[in-house]
């Protein structure tokens, strides 16, 4: 559904991604693991549109989203929860979640004042806190927070960027909940992240990154069946 | 005592058009995080081209309210292409320092244009005292007051009813997750200018009818009044501009009074250096910077 052919990004004269390909297919969770400085943000942001890709394109079924604008982006059915949640502290949780259908359409206010109520079914700590301002809430709260808001454009693909990034590991256990969930529901999800474990457990497909290129890619079971990357990446003798 | 009350009541009138002034700073510094120092001869050419139109055109009000008003707007649509717009993003200092620098060259074409020191400017109605108990008020005072009220109800309503002033919050709250939200924030800082130009030439407006004249002066004073306004009030907050702004229309008001001319000028900026020292957030400022610190440290 979401294919990226050999991109190459730079910040400045550094080749942050070297000719990356990947395909994230639908109603599946896809996973892009790798240390840190890999590239997996660079690549996030070049598919959102928030960083220019030097060469190689980017496709969403039949769309070309090669150096888009960020909001046309949006408008084409990719949605971002960026990394350490970011979230308006400011603005009330409501306001928070309209902020993320900013991109859809006026005459679409209907239809998101129903997905409004659908993430405050699925997400029920968010409606008891619906005018809180955003800033007030814990950690596992801004991380649905961030989901809810992403998942207001009426995405076709959900990009997560490191959602277990800072919180306590039960909270952990349950974001990965919502995403399993989430993608049990039909939500197409593009996921990274440096938690392996967690992400072994809801991936059906993983790529890893290494020094802005692809070196791994396949199903998690290979993945863990290899030896050299579950010393690196897993410890040795993890499940 | 009714001396006192009295000033408190000119002060609370004519500091709703310092409200308006510190209202354009703080909506502009909201969104960009940086000063328009044109701000003020932006409103001052927009005046001009108000008096000229009066002096050779047409002596109709409304109409040099209106050339006022989008005369502002031109301006300040220019100045936020040039210097805030066409600068990187992140040479902060560069642009605020092209924003003074084109204040320079804002101020020489107003003198090119109106060379004489003070020209006449025109007001609705003519100047009458209204009595009320033992006070007594002059009407293009009320005037200003209502229609500041009303200004600020506006403003209320397109920031936090509409969809264009949701988009200002968010870029105010948090600039690079509006970007991920698909949130234009280079759109969003042209409308924050244009709705902080009409702001700014009406406030103009109601300043100089006030005074009934307007002199080459008007920008530098605008800047400062509406720059002290705001820091009184608190950077950043827009609860804060317009306490800080009545606050100093107070201070100004008594200070005049009891002291003269002199003292009124000096008042201002001692009142700002004692906020510095005692609340240096600002009225409002102190408890929103620190909610604001907390926030930002858990995102």
């Known amino acids: ?239 | 005592m009714t001396d006192f009350l009295q000033n408190c009541i000119d002060g609370v009138m004519f500091g709703s058009g310092y409200a308006l002034l510190a209202l354009g700073f703080t909506l502009v510094f909201g969104v960009m995080k940086r000063l328009n120092l044109s701000f003020g001869p932006s409103i001052m050419l927009g005046a001009y081209a108000g008096t000229w139109v009066y002096l050779n055109f047409s002596q109709n009000v409304l109409l040099v309210v209106l050339v006022t008003v989008m005369i502002t707007v031109a301006v300040g649509i220019y100045v936020e292409r040039l210097c805030f717009w066409a600068v990187r993003r992140d040479a902060t200092i560069a642009s605020m320092v092209s924003s003074f620098v084109i204040w320079m060259q804002l101020e020489e074409v107003a003198m090119h244009l109106l060379p004489e020191r003070t020209y006449p400017f025109p007001a609705f109605f003519t100047s009458t005292v209204i009595d009320i108990g033992p006070f007594f008020v002059r009407s293009e005072h009320i005037s200003m007051f209502l229609l500041t009220l009303v200004l600020l109800a506006l403003l209320h309503l397109f920031l936090f009813r509409t969809r264009p002033g949701l988009a200002v919050r968010a870029v105010s709250d948090n600039p690079l997750a509006s970007r991920y939200m698909g949130i234009n924030s280079s759109n969003v800082l042209f409308l924050a200018f244009a709705v902080v130009s009409v702001l700014g030439g009406l406030a103009g407006f109601l300043i100089l009818s006030a005074d009934s004249q307007v002199t080459p002066f008007f920008g530098l004073w605008a800047t400062f009044k509406g720059l002290i306004a705001m820091m009184l009030g608190g950077m950043g907050s827009l609860p804060g501009a317009i306490l800080g702004g009545l606050l100093l229309g107070v201070v100004e008001a008594n200070a005049f009074w009891y002291g003269g001319p002199v003292v009124r000028d000096i008042s201002a900026y001692l009142l700002l250096f004692m906020m510095l020292i005692v609340r240096p957030g600002g009225l409002v400022g102190q408890r929103i910077v620190a909610q604001q610190q907390a926030a930002y440290e858990r995102v």
Not at chain 1, 38 to 44: C, D, E, R, V, W
Not at chain 1, 108 to 120: E, R, V
Not at chain 1, 155 to 182: C, Q, R, T, Y
Not at chain 1, 199 to 209: D, E, S, T
């Open chain 1, 1 to 239: 559904m979401l294919k990226v052919d050999n991109i190459v990004t730079r910040y400045g004269t550094i080749e942050a991604l070297k000719g990356l390909s990947l395909e994230a297919c639908e109603g599946q969770v896809t996973c892009l693991l790798g240390p840190n400085g890999a590239g997996k943000t660079t690549t996030l942001f070049t598919i959102a549109g928030i960083l220019n890709s030097h060469s190689g394109s980017i496709t969403l079924e039949k769309d070309n989203l090669t150096n888009l604008s960020a909001p046309g982006i949006v408008r084409k059915g990719v949605a971002l929860v960026p990394e350490n949640r970011l979230i308006f502290p400011q603005m009330s949780v409501e306001e928070n979640l309209i902020a993320g259908a900013f991109a859809r359409p006026r005459k679409d206010q209907p239809a998101i004042n129903a997905d409004l109520k659908g993430i405050y079914e699925r997400f029920p700590p968010l409606k008891e806190r619906s005018t809180q301002s955003g800033g007030t809430l814990s950690g596992g709260e801004q991380q649905m927070l961030a989901i809810g808001r992403a998942l207001m454009a009426r995405p076709k693909i959900l990009m997560m960027d490191e959602p277990s990034l800072g919180l306590a590991p039960i909270i952990v256990e349950k974001i990965f909940d919502i995403i399993s969930l989430l993608n049990k529901e039909g939500v197409s999800i593009l996921l990274v992240e440096q938690n392996a474990r967690m992400a072994l457990k809801v991936a059906h497909h993983i790529y890893l990154l290494e020094g802005g290129k692809v070196t791994f890619n396949g199903s998690p079971q290979e993945m863990q069946q290899d030896e050299v990357i579950q010393r690196a990446y897993l410890g040795a003798g993890s499940t």
